[in-house]
T-cell receptor, first 111, second 112 residues
Framework: QQQVKQSPQSLIVQKGGISIINCAYE??????FPWYQQFPGKGPALLIA?????SEKKEGRFTISFNKSAKQFSLHIMDSQPGDSATYFC??????????FGTGTRLQVTL | NAGVTQTPKFQVLKTGQSMTLQCAQD?????MYWYRQDPGMGLRLIYY???????DKGEVPNGYNVSRLNKREFSLRLESAAPSQTSVYFC???????????FGQGTRLTVV
Protein backbone atom coordinates (compact mmCIF):
# COMPACT_ATOMS: atom_id res chain seq x y z
CA GLN A 1 0.00 0.00 0.00
CA GLN A 2 1.28 3.43 -0.90
CA GLN A 3 0.65 5.79 1.97
CA VAL A 4 2.24 8.81 0.32
CA LYS A 5 1.37 9.56 -3.31
CA GLN A 6 3.60 11.95 -5.24
CA SER A 7 3.13 13.68 -8.57
CA PRO A 8 4.29 14.37 -11.18
CA GLN A 9 6.79 11.62 -11.89
CA SER A 10 8.91 14.02 -13.92
CA LEU A 11 8.96 17.75 -14.48
CA ILE A 12 10.75 20.05 -16.90
CA VAL A 13 10.92 23.73 -15.98
CA GLN A 14 12.71 26.63 -17.61
CA LYS A 15 15.33 28.53 -15.66
CA GLY A 16 13.65 31.17 -13.55
CA GLY A 17 10.32 29.34 -13.50
CA ILE A 18 8.41 27.82 -10.61
CA SER A 19 8.60 24.08 -9.96
CA ILE A 20 5.68 22.53 -8.10
CA ILE A 21 5.57 18.98 -6.76
CA ASN A 22 2.55 17.59 -4.97
CA CYS A 23 2.04 14.88 -2.39
CA ALA A 24 -1.01 13.37 -0.72
CA TYR A 25 -1.08 11.15 2.33
CA GLU A 26 -3.61 8.82 3.88
CA UNK A 27 -2.53 8.30 7.46
CA UNK A 28 -3.92 11.04 9.69
CA UNK A 29 -1.40 10.09 12.38
CA UNK A 30 1.45 11.51 10.27
CA UNK A 31 2.86 14.62 11.92
CA UNK A 32 6.16 15.28 10.18
CA PHE A 33 6.48 16.03 6.46
CA PRO A 34 9.98 16.46 5.01
CA TRP A 35 11.18 16.89 1.47
CA TYR A 36 14.42 15.28 0.37
CA GLN A 37 16.63 16.13 -2.61
CA GLN A 38 18.77 13.51 -4.30
CA PHE A 39 21.49 13.98 -6.91
CA PRO A 40 22.64 11.05 -9.07
CA GLY A 41 24.91 8.67 -7.21
CA LYS A 42 24.24 10.32 -3.85
CA GLY A 43 22.02 9.63 -0.90
CA PRO A 44 18.94 11.80 -0.29
CA ALA A 45 19.47 14.94 1.77
CA LEU A 46 16.89 16.91 3.73
CA LEU A 47 15.74 20.03 1.90
CA ILE A 48 12.94 21.39 4.09
CA ALA A 49 10.36 19.98 6.50
CA UNK A 50 7.05 21.02 8.01
CA UNK A 51 4.85 19.97 10.90
CA UNK A 52 1.05 20.20 10.70
CA UNK A 53 0.70 23.11 13.10
CA UNK A 54 1.61 25.54 10.28
CA SER A 55 0.28 25.84 6.74
CA GLU A 56 3.43 27.11 5.08
CA LYS A 57 7.17 27.11 5.60
CA LYS A 58 9.68 28.97 3.50
CA GLU A 59 13.45 28.58 3.33
CA GLY A 60 15.06 30.66 0.63
CA ARG A 61 13.62 29.67 -2.74
CA PHE A 62 11.92 26.57 -1.31
CA THR A 63 8.42 26.63 0.20
CA ILE A 64 6.24 23.86 1.61
CA SER A 65 2.49 24.42 1.53
CA PHE A 66 0.47 22.15 3.81
CA ASN A 67 -3.28 21.49 3.75
CA LYS A 68 -4.23 19.33 6.72
CA SER A 69 -7.91 18.97 5.84
CA ALA A 70 -7.11 17.79 2.31
CA LYS A 71 -4.17 15.68 3.52
CA GLN A 72 -1.94 17.25 0.90
CA PHE A 73 1.37 19.08 0.88
CA SER A 74 3.46 20.52 -1.89
CA LEU A 75 6.95 21.83 -2.62
CA HIS A 76 7.37 25.05 -4.56
CA ILE A 77 10.79 25.97 -5.96
CA MET A 78 10.86 29.62 -6.96
CA ASP A 79 13.29 30.96 -9.57
CA SER A 80 14.31 27.41 -10.48
CA GLN A 81 17.99 26.99 -11.42
CA PRO A 82 19.84 24.30 -13.40
CA GLY A 83 21.54 23.31 -10.13
CA ASP A 84 18.11 22.35 -8.78
CA SER A 85 17.94 19.51 -11.31
CA ALA A 86 17.60 16.44 -9.11
CA THR A 87 15.07 13.93 -7.85
CA TYR A 88 12.77 15.15 -5.08
CA PHE A 89 11.02 12.93 -2.58
CA CYS A 90 8.26 13.85 -0.19
CA UNK A 91 7.94 11.81 2.97
CA UNK A 92 5.82 11.52 6.08
CA UNK A 93 6.11 9.97 9.52
CA UNK A 94 4.08 9.71 12.68
CA UNK A 95 4.34 8.01 16.05
CA UNK A 96 6.58 5.24 14.76
CA UNK A 97 10.17 6.08 13.97
CA UNK A 98 9.92 5.50 10.27
CA UNK A 99 9.69 7.73 7.23
CA UNK A 100 7.37 6.72 4.40
CA PHE A 101 8.50 8.13 1.07
CA GLY A 102 6.70 9.10 -2.09
CA THR A 103 7.87 7.64 -5.40
CA GLY A 104 9.92 10.68 -6.38
CA THR A 105 9.87 13.45 -8.99
CA ARG A 106 12.72 13.94 -11.41
CA LEU A 107 13.12 17.67 -11.99
CA GLN A 108 15.03 19.05 -14.94
CA VAL A 109 15.62 22.79 -15.15
CA THR A 110 16.53 23.90 -18.65
CA LEU A 111 18.44 27.02 -19.68
CA ASN B 1 32.68 14.13 10.49
CA ALA B 2 31.96 11.21 8.19
CA GLY B 3 28.19 11.10 8.95
CA VAL B 4 26.74 7.80 7.74
CA THR B 5 29.22 5.39 6.16
CA GLN B 6 28.14 2.36 4.16
CA THR B 7 30.28 -0.49 2.89
CA PRO B 8 30.65 -1.77 0.26
CA LYS B 9 29.68 0.79 -2.39
CA PHE B 10 29.19 -1.82 -5.11
CA GLN B 11 28.62 -5.58 -4.98
CA VAL B 12 27.72 -8.32 -7.42
CA LEU B 13 26.34 -11.54 -5.99
CA LYS B 14 25.26 -14.81 -7.50
CA THR B 15 21.79 -16.09 -6.68
CA GLY B 16 21.87 -17.93 -3.37
CA GLN B 17 24.97 -16.22 -2.01
CA SER B 18 24.85 -14.34 1.27
CA MET B 19 26.34 -11.03 2.28
CA THR B 20 26.18 -8.34 4.93
CA LEU B 21 25.91 -4.64 4.23
CA GLN B 22 27.60 -2.56 6.89
CA CYS B 23 26.49 0.85 8.16
CA ALA B 24 28.03 3.08 10.80
CA GLN B 25 27.16 6.59 11.97
CA ASP B 26 29.27 8.94 14.05
CA UNK B 27 26.54 11.41 15.05
CA UNK B 28 25.42 9.59 18.22
CA UNK B 29 21.98 9.10 16.67
CA UNK B 30 19.43 6.87 18.33
CA UNK B 31 17.50 5.67 15.28
CA MET B 32 18.85 3.87 12.23
CA TYR B 33 17.18 2.64 9.05
CA TRP B 34 17.72 0.51 5.98
CA TYR B 35 15.95 1.48 2.75
CA ARG B 36 16.04 0.09 -0.76
CA GLN B 37 15.58 2.30 -3.81
CA ASP B 38 14.18 0.96 -7.05
CA PRO B 39 13.19 2.93 -10.16
CA GLY B 40 9.67 4.29 -9.87
CA MET B 41 9.24 2.91 -6.34
CA GLY B 42 10.87 5.60 -4.26
CA LEU B 43 12.59 4.51 -1.07
CA ARG B 44 11.03 1.61 0.77
CA LEU B 45 11.85 0.83 4.37
CA ILE B 46 13.27 -2.64 4.98
CA TYR B 47 14.02 -2.53 8.72
CA TYR B 48 14.60 0.14 11.30
CA UNK B 49 15.97 0.43 14.80
CA UNK B 50 14.36 3.12 16.95
CA UNK B 51 17.05 2.75 19.58
CA UNK B 52 19.96 0.53 20.48
CA UNK B 53 18.73 -2.98 21.22
CA UNK B 54 15.50 -2.76 19.23
CA UNK B 55 14.68 -3.57 15.62
CA ASP B 56 11.39 -3.57 13.71
CA LYS B 57 10.20 -4.58 10.28
CA GLY B 58 9.43 -1.99 7.66
CA GLU B 59 7.47 -2.32 4.41
CA VAL B 60 9.63 -4.92 2.67
CA PRO B 61 11.49 -7.08 5.24
CA ASN B 62 11.24 -10.48 3.53
CA GLY B 63 14.63 -11.94 2.64
CA TYR B 64 16.54 -9.65 4.99
CA ASN B 65 17.79 -9.67 8.57
CA VAL B 66 19.34 -6.87 10.60
CA SER B 67 21.55 -6.43 13.63
CA ARG B 68 21.91 -3.30 15.71
CA LEU B 69 25.39 -4.14 16.91
CA ASN B 70 25.73 -1.04 19.09
CA LYS B 71 24.57 2.56 18.93
CA ARG B 72 26.84 3.30 15.95
CA GLU B 73 26.35 0.25 13.76
CA PHE B 74 23.38 -1.29 11.98
CA SER B 75 23.99 -4.12 9.51
CA LEU B 76 21.72 -5.66 6.88
CA ARG B 77 22.12 -9.31 5.91
CA LEU B 78 20.90 -11.12 2.83
CA GLU B 79 20.96 -14.82 3.68
CA SER B 80 20.22 -16.16 0.18
CA ALA B 81 20.32 -13.43 -2.44
CA ALA B 82 17.69 -13.36 -5.19
CA PRO B 83 17.60 -11.29 -8.41
CA SER B 84 14.61 -9.38 -6.95
CA GLN B 85 17.01 -7.97 -4.36
CA THR B 86 18.97 -6.13 -7.03
CA SER B 87 18.66 -2.54 -5.84
CA VAL B 88 20.42 0.42 -4.31
CA TYR B 89 20.46 0.16 -0.53
CA PHE B 90 20.63 3.18 1.73
CA CYS B 91 21.33 3.33 5.41
CA UNK B 92 20.12 6.36 7.36
CA UNK B 93 20.15 7.64 10.91
CA UNK B 94 18.28 10.26 12.92
CA UNK B 95 18.65 11.60 16.42
CA UNK B 96 15.04 10.83 17.33
CA UNK B 97 11.88 9.99 15.45
CA UNK B 98 10.53 12.79 13.27
CA UNK B 99 13.84 14.58 13.03
CA UNK B 100 16.19 14.93 10.08
CA UNK B 101 17.39 11.63 8.69
CA UNK B 102 20.93 11.55 7.31
CA PHE B 103 21.63 9.10 4.52
CA GLY B 104 24.74 7.25 3.48
CA GLN B 105 26.04 7.17 -0.09
CA GLY B 106 24.33 3.89 -0.88
CA THR B 107 25.34 0.36 -1.88
CA ARG B 108 24.54 -0.70 -5.43
CA LEU B 109 23.83 -4.44 -5.30
CA THR B 110 23.34 -6.64 -8.34
CA VAL B 111 22.22 -10.24 -7.98
CA VAL B 112 22.78 -12.38 -11.07
Amino acid sequence: QQQVKQSPQSLIVQKGGISIINCAYENTAFDYFPWYQQFPGKGPALLIAIRPDVSEKKEGRFTISFNKSAKQFSLHIMDSQPGDSATYFCAASGTASKLTFGTGTRLQVTL
Amino acid sequence: NAGVTQTPKFQVLKTGQSMTLQCAQDMNHNSMYWYRQDPGMGLRLIYYSASEGTTDKGEVPNGYNVSRLNKREFSLRLESAAPSQTSVYFCASSEFKNTEAFFGQGTRLTVV
